[in-house]
C-alpha cells in the first residue's frame, strides 16, 4: 500500500465520520485565526512604532534644557555653553531654541496669540513635511512656516479660535481639514511681538511696553502630523527672533525671553550610539537632557513583550485544537478496532497503519488551516475598512487599525496547524499500532 492508497483511506476514513471531523477542523480553524490575526496585529503595532519612531529623524535629537543647578558646572545656556558643548564627542549640531507669543495682523485676519519657535533653519530643514510653500530663510526679516493645527489660530476680526474643530467629530463624521483662511503667498503680515495689544488691552498707558511692529510673511504651512511639536506651533529663523528680542528687550522680559541667555536647545547626536552617552554627559553637567532615542532598546523590549504575549494567546487556541485532534483520533480508533485487526492480520506493516492514522490528523490540521487562513484575509478586509483611531490589547492606532497578513505568515499559520495536527495524531498512531488483531477481531 503505498502512500496514494493512505491518502485516499485517511480522506474516506475522515468523511465517514465527517460531522466529527468537522466539528474538529472547526477548532483548528479558531486556532489559525487567533495566531495569524494576533501575530498580524503584532506586526501592524510595530509597523507604527517603525513609522513613528524608528524611522523619525528626531531620533538622534537631544532636547536640552537649562537646568535647577546643582550641576558641577554652570546650567545656563548661552552662546558660549553651546559651543562648548558642539565639541563633545558624538556631537553633530548645536542650535538654542526660542519660544515668543506672536500676535499677527494679516488684513481681516488676526490671531490672538501664536507660539513661535525660533531655531535655525538649517538645522529643521529636513525634518518638516511640508503641505504648501517652503522653508524660511536665514534673514533678520520674520517670516514664518505654520504649523497644521497653528492655522486655525487665524481668525476674523472679533472672531474665536476654535478648539475645538481640531479634536473632535461630530455624528461620527471627521472635521474638514484644517487651512489658512487666505493666500499666505500673496498676503503681507503685520507681527507683533506678545498679545494683541488691543484686545489684551496692553498699551503704554497702564505701563506695559508696546510692542513694535514688523512686517512679515508666511513661507509654508506644515503637513498634518499628531506626533510633530511642530503641527501646534510655528517656526521662524532665529536671527529674525533674535533681531524683534533685542528691539523689544522690556517687553520681551516679561515674557522670560533673552536673544543672548536661552532656556532651550537642540543637541543632534552623529548616530544613534552616540545619543546615551551625550544625554548622561549632560544630565551630569546639571542639564535637563531628554531623548527618543536614549529610551529605543526600552520601547523595543516593549513591543517584542507585546509581540510573544500576542503570539502566546494564539499558541492557547492552537493547544486546544490538539487537543480536540487528539480526542477525535483515539474515538476514530475505538470504533475501527476490527478494521485495523484486520489489517495487521493481513500483514499490513504497522508503519503504514501508522502513517494513515498520521496522515488523518494532518489533513484535519491542513484543512483547518487553510480555512482558517481564508478567514483571517476576510476579517482583516473588514477591519482595515473602518475608520478613525483604535485601541486593541493595550495597543493604541492613530490613523485606525491596519493588518497587514503577508504571505509567509498565512504559510507559517498553516504549517503550524499541519504540525499540531501531526503531534496530535502521534500518540493515537501509536495506540493503533499497539491493539491486538485477535482481540481487535473479535471486538474486545
Known amino acids: 500500500m503505498g502512500w496514494t492508497d493512505l491518502i485516499r483511506f485517511a480522506a474516506q476514513n475522515l468523511w465517514r465520520r465527517r460531522a466529527r471531523t468537522l466539528l474538529t477542523t472547526l477548532g483548528v480553524v479558531i486556532g489559525t485565526v487567533c495566531i495569524i490575526l494576533l501575530f498580524s496585529l503584532g506586526l501592524s503595532s510595530y509597523r507604527q512604532f517603525e513609522e513613528y519612531f524608528l524611522n523619525s529623524d528626531t531620533l538622534t535629537e537631544i532636547q536640552l534644557n537649562s537646568g535647577m543647578g546643582g550641576g558641577a ?52 530643514a529636513d525634518t ?85 511692529r514688523y512686517p512679515g510673511a508666511i513661507t509654508g504651512t506644515l503637513k498634518k502630523d499628531e506626533g510633530s511639536e511642530g503641527s501646534y506651533s510655528a517656526y521662524m529663523s532665529l536671527s529674525a527672533a533674535k533681531r524683534i528680542i533685542q528691539q523689544n528687550r522690556k517687553l520681551a522680559e516679561q515674557y522670560g525671553v533673552s536673544a543672548d541667555k536661552y532656556t532651550e ?39 517584542a513583550s507585546r509581540q510573544s504575549q500576542l503570539v502566546f494567546i494564539g499558541a492557547i487556541a492552537l493547544f486546544v485544537s490538539a487537543i480536540g485532534i487528539a480526542n477525535t483520533m483515539l474515538t476514530s480508533i475505538l470504533e475501527r478496532r476490527r478494521e485495523i485487526g ?68 498565512t504559510l507559517a499559520g498553516i504549517g503550524v496547524a499541519v504540525f499540531v495536527g501531526l503531534v496530535a495524531g502521534i500518540y493515537p498512531a501509536w495506540k493503533a499500532t499497539k491493539l491486538s488483531p485477535m482481540e481487535a477481531i473479535r471486538g474486545n
Open 265 to 303: 536647545a537642540r543637541v543632534r547626536a552623529k548616530d544613534l550610539d552616540s545619543v546615551a552617552e551625550i544625554v548622561e554627559t549632560l544630565t551630569k553637567m546639571g542639564y535637563e537632557a531628554y531623548s527618543q532615542g536614549a529610551y529605543l532598546e526600552e520601547v523595543q523590549k516593549e513591543q
Open 73 to 124: 558646572h554652570s546650567t545656563k545656556l548661552d552662546d558660549a555653553t553651546l559651543a562648548s558643548i558642539m565639541t563633545m564627542d558624538g556631537v553633530k549640531a548645536v542650535t538654542p531654541v526660542l519660544r515668543i507669543p506672536v500676535y499677527i495682523d494679516a488684513g481681516e485676519y488676526e490671531t490672538r496669540y501664536l507660539s513661535v519657535t525660533a531655531i535655525s533653519p538649517a538645522y529643521i
Open 128 to 212: 518638516l513635511e511640508f503641505e504648501q510653500g517652503g522653508m524660511f530663510d536665514d534673514s533678520e526679516m520674520p517670516q514664518l512656516v505654520i504649523g497644521y493645527y497653528a492655522q486655525r489660530e487665524f481668525v476674523k476680526d472679533g472672531e474665536e479660535p476654535d478648539d475645538e474643530m481640531m479634536y473632535y467629530m461630530e455624528d461620527g463624521e471627521q472635521q474638514p481639514d484644517i487651512s489658512l483662511p487666505f493666500d499666505f503667498k500673496t498676503q503681507q503680515l503685520k507681527m507683533y511681538i506678545g498679545y494683541n495689544p488691543d484686545k489684551m488691552n496692553m498699551t503704554g498707558d497702564n505701563g506695559v511696553p508696546v510692542s513694535k
Open 342 to 409: 484486520i489489517m495487521k492480520v493481513t500483514g499490513l506493516a504497522m508503519k503504514k497503519i501508522r502513517r494513515m492514522f498520521l496522515i488523518e490528523a494532518a489533513v484535519i490540521g491542513l484543512a483547518g488551516g487553510a480555512i482558517g487562513a481564508l478567514l483571517s484575509y476576510i476579517i482583516a478586509f473588514a477591519v482595515n475598512n473602518g475608520s478613525g483611531d483604535a485601541q486593541i490589547l493595550g495597543m493604541y492606532f492613530e490613523q485606525g487599525m491596519v493588518l497587514t497578513i503577508p504571505l509567509w505568515l
